[in-house]
């Protein structure tokens, strides 16, 4: 791997590494990845051969974390591959064209837009000052501003979103853009659907500190599990004292499963039982219907492993 060279005198000679990287990158990539570049940088001013091994003794790093690097700064846009090597980007030049190029697009109506904004420019100045100590890249602008148009949040969503991912520690454009779609899809745009939007969530997770309590798990909820008490709440409408009759039904016969839970609370959303005292007289009237017989066979192997998949079955049972 060929880096370029400066005729300079190590002793004498500085390595200066533009401000952007520390308001762009540094945030994002691993410290090991940050350790290989900055050494790439320094190197990129002498005219040497450069091979991977020789970068993993040099850094005391593994070779696979050295691959891994170089991959994610090209990734990145910082390094472009060369047939015999690497050219080490110019940082600021990179910054401008990721400022400069989205404005050739704007047209004069959507300048003069944006200057007449004080509120959004107000709030975009809090951004800067609050989650970047007031150095934040040009290059953040266009994206808040894209953002603004594409998802219509008023500026206190926008702020809060920013705070949101600041207190993650996950200040950076793919995570910002996520959480925003996210919110997007939760039709939120001022700042009291955003709050409604917690307090579901809120609501969700107090549940689901429940149900783990209840089932004595140590450790939380999945993904896939917390999906489904976030159905049970926000779309069905159902609070913990009706999650709770289908996890005491459910536990009380086999172990635990959300699927089977899923599947037992939907039957009573799809009959349109909303409350406690509903449910309990549909499940006592499903109890004392006659249960259809079944050949020996059918009988023998159901004795050893029962199959669920009949609702009533199941509430002839419990």
């Not at 952007?20 to 691993?30: D, G, I, M, P, R």
């Not at 100045?125 to 890249?137: A, L």
């Not at 949101?164 to 039709?187: D, G, P, Q």
């Amino acid at each position: 791997m060929k880096l370029e060279q400066n005729d300079i005198s190590l002793i004498f000679s500085q390595t200066n590494i533009p401000d952007v990287f520390f308001t762009e990158y540094l945030s994002q990539a691993n410290g090991d990845f940050v350790k290989v570049y900055l050494y790439l940088f320094f190197l990129s001013k002498y005219n040497k051969d450069v091979k991977i091994n020789d970068l993993s003794k040099k850094l005391e790093l593994p070779l696979k974390t050295i691959q891994d690097a170089i991959k994610y700064w090209e990734d990145a846009g910082l390094l472009i591959r060369k047939n015999q090597g690497f050219v080490v980007v110019n940082l600021q030049e990179l910054e401008l064209n990721k400022v400069y190029k989205p404005k050739i697009s704007m047209s004069a109506d959507d300048i003069k837009k944006i200057s007449e904004s004080k509120s959004r420019a107000t709030a975009i100045d809090t951004i800067n000052n609050e989650f970047f100590q007031g150095v934040m890249s040009p290059s953040w602008y266009g994206d808040i501003d894209l953002w603004f148009k594409k998802y219509g949040f008023e500026e206190e969503v926008m702020i809060a979103l920013f705070r949101y991912c600041f207190n993650k520690s996950a200040l950076h454009r793919s995570y910002i853009a996520t959480v925003a779609e996210a919110w997007n899809k939760n039709k939120i745009k001022t700042f009291s659907d955003l709050d409604a939007y917690y307090e579901k969530q809120e609501k969700v997770k107090t549940i689901s500190n429940a149900i783990r309590k209840k089932l004595r798990l140590s450790r939380n909820l999945s993904e896939y599990e917390e999906a489904y008490v976030s159905k049970w709440n926000i779309t069905y409408g159902y609070d913990m004292d009706i999650i709770e009759i289908a996890l005491k039904k459910t536990t009380s016969k086999f172990n635990p499963s959300f699927e089977y839970m899923d599947k037992l609370i939907t039957d009573w959303h799809d009959r349109n039982l909303k409350t406690v005292d509903k449910i309990m007289v549909y499940m006592e009237n499903q109890k004392n219907k006659p249960v259809q017989k079944t050949d020996s066979n059918k009988k023998n192997a159901s004795f050893t492993q029962r199959n669920y998949t009949d609702l009533n079955n199941f509430y002839s049972n419990v």
